[in-house]
Nanobody
Framework: QVQLVESGGGLVQTGGSLSLSCAASGSFDRINKMGWYRQAPGKQRELVAQ???????YYIDSLKDRFTISIDNFKNTVYLQMNSLKPEDTAVYSC???????????WGQGTQVTVSS
């Protein structure tokens, strides 16, 4: 079982920055990868970025120049640095864990990010 605790959301003006973190705890031997999803009102949830335990990163094309994902394997924590934020980045951001390599199997509760114009 894995528990995820997210932090770092909030309200920021256009062009500002926010950093999200998600710490995993519980009874597990390893984590294959961690990632961040977001869901805006009225839209489907989308994968923002993911990172494997050995540091391989993936971003959706539209965000790779502004967002950076990183992982601290000792702390079992994933981070998402978001820069040059735009109103369209407003969403609930949730972290996810794939701990065995079989797909996302644990989710955080979500943290609200609101970018004002």
């Amino acid at each position: 079982q894995v528990q995820l605790v997210e932090s770092g959301g909030g309200l920021v003006q256009t062009g500002g920055s926010l950093s999200l973190s998600c710490a995993a705890s519980g009874s597990f031997d390893r984590i294959n990868k961690m990632g961040w999803y977001r869901q805006a009102p009225g839209k489907q949830r989308e994968l923002v970025a993911q990172i494997t335990s050995d540091g391989n990163e993936y971003y959706i094309d539209s965000l790779k120049d502004r967002f950076t994902i990183s992982i601290d394997n000792f702390k079992n924590t994933v981070y998402l640095q978001m820069n040059s934020l735009k109103p369209e980045d407003t969403a609930v951001y949730s972290c996810a864990v794939d701990h065995l390599g079989w797909g996302w199997d644990y989710w955080g509760q979500g943290t609200q990010v609101t970018v004002s114009s």
